[in-house]
């Protein structure tokens, strides 16, 4: 997991070497796609995702025995046009997730960063903390925070945000007791830099690729957690579309109408391949040994 | 060694001391116990018999006094000890992960190996994205796309249940399937840093096969980060183990789990988070001893 | 590496040889006359006055009897251990008890053995659950070997519900054991007895040889399994692992219709489904207008939900709480016609051309359907322009709420109290802990109505109760429950009750 941090390619030509890569042009691409729906929803869909009407309900998609040519992919069981909620719902999705990563990857890499810094009893403390979460069953801590407090989004964000902290502490620590060593790091505490300043300018952009990989696969897992939490009751609110939510729904209906789940999990393996792809590629692009072979 | 135990101990209390927390906050398990048109009084009592209406603090030097001898309390919604309901039901959630576990290497690890050997090719990336496919799915959904195709459709294997090999097929299927991403992506990162090594250069100068290479010089290296992030992975197949004993009926402790939440019924709670949190501790200590064994570069002085 | 292998492979013997011990405790009844049920949850306790869920009662219920039961098939009070029951007055009750019963471990079953049920029955430290059914009991006299007198406190019209309920347990047996040990090993004069219960995955129980009355023809062992998902219990009922799978999801319901070896039994449920807008001052909101409340009630659409949403299957409440077959149900209350254009004007005339927003709490997967049925609800306000936010709450978290009156001032609940008009009227009385209305006549009308013998004059009071909580409006009555069971062709005379019980009385299989 140790990730060399000693040759950092710039943005621009880690771009090129993703781009090169095949199966990382169709990653990118679908991505590009799945933002463009999340960005703005209401041009791509053709109709209001909250949109009802009871009278067609369970509709098949356009290929199937019973359909509407208006509903491409088919309605769900309150009428609801499925690919309008599909694409509406990759925004709540991608909100909902990447805020949780967010959340855990500032909250992590900060704390990870000043238990490596500093290190002495502090260090120690929060490794135990960290140790405590780890050994915490996630999805326990989750029911029991949500019943607590209530599953209002910004909630659901927080929470599953906090369930990921440790690991990026831990990427992040480890990184820094590594880099701390460094000529560059001691060079800048030579000139009375900072403490904070040392972290967060000189050591932080050096373990800033080990952590954009690890939140791309990080992204990959939120999804499934919130789709797991819509499977208990606990994921985001209805009449909110979010892909995990309507796999839950339309689960129901499976027999009836196999697209209402079907297509929005479609919707989810893309987009987590996708980012476990992404993150692999990453990975292999960042590595200064692979990139000369 | 015994400092690694002791520090375990402050982590197991803070543990149960936040499961507590979180539970006690979360309601009075007599709304949940006692149908919702029971007279007050009825309410009262039942709160006092259970000692439900100690202040918070008291009730958890309680229960931490009588967990230090084994002691986890009586269940509020069975009224059983909440060892023995837990101890019922671990069986049969052990029996699931192991076979999960054995899935997830059986799969991940020659898939990681392969995509290593075969790196940037078509082989690489097709057994990635095959990998990739079990995480990719909400694992409740794969139980029920499963259970459609193998029992319905199918009828090669039963819906549910537990007892035969044949009932395990298909939870252990949903459980390990998500598992054997992450284990063949640590295995192909590691088998790439392995295959550039010194030694296994040295061993294909000395004219070794490259099947001997591969599988056994470089892959027992590449064994040690899979080992540590198996044992780190304990909760994520904890999260898995709820949902799957859910959707395929299976008798273990993340049913009784997700059942005790919802009914606040604390000490079963207490027992399984206190529980979980120890093996995963445990766990993770074996792990560095098998280091030991593994590597013997490596050892604890 | 090799070591790890090696571990791994005695793991994975390990495994396999418990599967081979499970697999040796081979059944010695064939299937074909074996019962296998699926419920959703195990039982907590098999003892049936542990708690109130069906799930414990349904096998608690085969193994412990209780005094009477309400047939399905004819709705009227049959007898079990007892044979017959009168007023003496309106506060002693006189049971006649069933001769020559035993218990399966011999012990009789006779008039010491019902004066201690009764006793168990009323001590609320043991039998909390039945608290709102045995509060009225005083004191229990023995007349004669097969004669017990019940005294209650005041006049109590519920009572036949309440002999319902009272199952009779074996005096010395539970002594020696106690009430927790009971729970997990009863014993009673059921036509099965407990043979094995393996938590979380079966509960087996086999004929019982000295069965006083006529047990299920055909079927040698019944065995209880915990199937939490809907999805799932749908499909093993499909391959034949299930005869009977309980509490379907109605999107199941269709598919088992259109097999051949397959029935479907649908069952009103006593579940009232209602949305509360509640009039109570200190739930601030528009609701406090009585014209908001007349809005709401026009906007919903119930037939809508139920056609669509339960194929028809659920029956829609008319304008009250009380079911059709109830004690006080009065026909000549009409409900709330569904009439968009007309609840528009009456929330304009209340001051909101506009509409407003309000919060809706909801409970997510308590109840069938009910995220669908309030993402519904929701759909039909926005029509009139009254903008929800749903709410959707834990069930845990929602039975808190709503006991501590919180699930104001708009929210959605399916209640089930015992079927009796008074139970079901009282929830709405001033000093109820999740009323949501006040009114001194009503409090009138339910106090009179519990103490009324007379069954005419009681009827009387309960209509008036019920226009008045119409006028009043501090509800909208959406529909009863429906639930669906599936069962093998096999199963014959399979008829569940309102409140999820199946009764094996008159049940067989082929």
């Known amino acids: 997991m140790t990730m060399a941090a000693d040759i950092r390619p710039g943005g621009g030509a880690l771009m090129r070497r993703l781009w090169r890569g095949g199966s990382s042009k169709a990653s990118l691409l679908f991505l590009g796609l799945i933002v463009l729906c999340a960005v703005a929803p209401s041009l791509l869909a053709p109709f209001d995702p909250y949109q009802q009407d009871l009278t067609k309900r369970l509709l098949g998609p356009v290929f199937s025995e019973r359909y509407d040519a208006a509903h491409l992919l088919g309605t769900d069981q309150l009428g609801r046009d499925v690919l309008s909620r599909i694409i509406h719902g990759a925004q709540i999705t991608l909100l909902v997730s990447a805020l949780a990563v967010a959340v855990s990857a500032i909250a992590g890499t900060v704390v990870g960063l000043f238990a490596g810094y500093r290190g002495g009893w502090i260090d120690l403390v929060i490794m135990r903390i960290i140790d405590m979460q780890l050994a915490f069953p996630v999805m326990l801590l989750v029911i029991a925070v949500v019943a607590v407090v209530g599953p209002s989004l910004v909630n659901l964000i927080l929470i599953m945000g906090l369930s990921g902290w440790p690991r990026f502490a831990r990427v992040a620590r480890g990184s820094v007791l590594s880099a701390k060593e460094m000529d560059y790091v001691d060079a800048a505490r030579a000139v009375g830099t900072g403490r904070w300043r040392i972290m967060f300018h000189h050591i932080l952009p050096n373990i800033m690729s080990a952590l954009i990989v690890y939140a791309s696969f990080e992204l990959a897992r939120m999804i499934l957690l919130e789709a797991s939490l819509s499977f208990l009751g606990l994921g985001v609110q209805p009449p909110i579309p979010t892909w995990g939510g309507m796999i839950n729904d339309g689960r129901q209906y499976i027999f009836q109408a196999w697209s209402v789940s079907f297509f929005p999990g479609l919707a989810i393996l893309a987009l987590i391949l996708t980012f476990n792809m992404l993150g692999d590629d990453l990975r292999d692009a960042l590595d200064p040994r692979l990139a000369n072979e | 060694m015994i400092r690694r135990l002791l520090a375990t101990v402050p982590v197991l209390i803070g543990i149960s001391f936040i499961s507590f927390a979180l539970i006690y906050l979360s309601g009075d398990p007599t709304d949940f116990l006692l149908p919702v048109n029971t007279p007050e009084e009825t309410r009262r009592a039942f709160r006092a018999a259970q000692g439900l209406d100690q202040p918070f603090l008291v009730q958890f030097l309680d229960f931490l006094a009588k967990a230090i001898t084994g002691d986890f309390g009586t269940s509020l919604r069975f009224q059983q000890s909440a060892g023995s309901l837990v101890w019922e039901r671990l069986g049969a959630t052990g029996e699931l992960a192991l076979a999960a576990m054995v899935i997830a290497l059986a799969i991940g690890i020659p898939g990681g190996t392969i995509a290593a050997y075969r790196y940037g090719s078509v082989t690489d990336r097709a057994v990635r994205a095959i990998s990739l496919l079990g995480q990719a799915v909400p694992n409740f959904y794969l139980g029920v796309v499963a259970v459609i195709v193998c029992a319905v459709w199918l009828r090669i294997l039963p819906s549910g249940g537990r007892g035969t090999v044949e009932q395990l097929i298909l939870p252990a299927f949903t459980l390990g399937f998500g598992l054997v991403a992450l284990i063949a992506r640590v295995t192909r990162s590691c088998m790439l840093d392995a295959l550039r090594q010194d030694y296994i250069r040295t061993a294909r100068a000395k004219g070794l096969g490259e099947n001997r290479v591969v599988w056994k010089h470089a892959l027992r290296n590449a064994f040690i980060p899979v080992l540590t992030i198996i044992g780190l992975q304990f909760g994520l197949l904890l999260n898995g183990v709820v949902v799957t004993e859910i959707v395929l009926s299976w008798p273990g402790i993340g049913r009784l789990a997700i059942q005790s939440i919802y009914a606040r019924d604390f000490p079963v709670v207490q027992t399984i988070v206190f529980l979980s949190a120890f093996t995963f501790v445990m766990l993770n200590l074996m792990v560095d001893l098998l280091y030991v064994v593994l590597d013997p570069r490596i050892s604890y002085k | ?510």
């Open chain 3, 1 to 510: 590496m090799r070591g790890s292998l090696r571990a791994f492979a005695i793991g994975f013997a390990a495994s396999l040889l418990a599967f081979a011990a499970v697999a040796a405790n081979a059944q010695s009844v064939p299937r074909n006359r074996t019962l296998v049920v699926a419920q959703n949850f195990d039982p907590q306790s098999l003892w049936p006055n542990g708690t109130t869920a069906s799930t414990n009662l349904n096998p608690g219920g085969a193994i412990v009897e209780p005094l009477f039961w309400v047939n399905p098939r004819t709705s009227q009070l049959e007898p079990l251990l007892a044979t017959a029951f009168k007023m003496d007055s309106p506060t002693a009750y006189r049971v006649e008890l069933r001769k020559g019963v035993s218990f399966s471990n011999g012990e009789p079953m006779n008039a010491d053995a019902l004066v201690h049920t009764l006793k168990v029955f009323v001590d609320g430290a043991v039998t909390p659950a039945y608290a709102l059914y045995s509060t009225p009991l005083d004191r229990f006299e023995k007349i004669d070997d097969h004669t017990v007198v019940i005294h209650t406190k005041n006049p109590y019209p519920a009572m036949a519900l309440v002999l319902t309920q009272i199952h009779v347990i074996p005096p010395a047996y539970w002594q020696q054991v106690g009430h927790a040990k009971f729970a997990q090993q009863p014993v009673g004069t059921g036509p099965f007895k407990l043979t094995e219960w393996v938590k979380d995955d079966r509960v087996v129980m086999d004929r019982n040889p000295n069965y006083w009355g006529t047990a299920p023809k055909g079927v040698e062992r019944v065995i209880w399994k915990p199937v939490p998902d809907d999805t799932a219990r749908a499909v093993g009922l499909e391959t034949g692992e299930y005869d009977i799978a309980a509490s379907l999801a109605v999107g199941a319901a269709p598919r088992i219709q259109g097999q051949p070896n397959l029935q479907l039994v649908s069952v009103d449920s006593y579940r009232v489904f209602n949305m509360i807008l509640s009039t109570l001052p200190k739930h601030q909101s528009p609701l406090l207008d009585k014209r908001v409340r007349y809005a709401i009630n026009h906007a919903i659409d119930s037939d809508a939900i139920v056609k669509n949403l339960f194929f028809g299957k659920a029956r829609v409440l008319q304008g009250q709480l009380l079911r059709k077959q109830q004690l006080g149900f009065d026909p000549d209350i009409k409900g709330y016609a569904f009439d968009p254009e007309k609840a528009k004007a009456l929330l304009r005339e209340a001051g909101f051309p506009n509409g407003f927003d309000i919060d809706f709490k909801i409970p997510s997967g308590r109840y069938a359907q009910d995220r669908e049925v309030c993402e519904a609800i929701a759909g039909m306000l926005a029509k009139v322009g009254i903008r929800t936010k749903i709410v959707a709450l834990e069930g845990g978290e929602f039975l808190r709420q709503l006991r501590v009156q919180e699930l104001g001032p708009l929210s959605f609940v399916g209640l089930a109290p015992p079927d009796d008009p008074h139970f079901q009227l009282s929830q709405y009385r001033s000093d109820w802990r999740y009323t949501f209305i006040q009114s001194a006549e009503l409090d009138r009308l339910i106090d009179e109505g519990v103490k009324e013998t007379d069954v005419a004059k009681r009827g009387a009071l309960y209509r008036q109760a019920s226009r008045l909580l119409h006028e009043e409006a501090p509800t909208v009555p959406l529909f009863l429950g429906v639930d669906f069971y599936g069962a093998s062709s096999r199963v014959k005379g399979l008829l569940p009750t309102g409140d999820q019980r199946i009764y094996l009385y008159g049940l067989s299989l082929e």
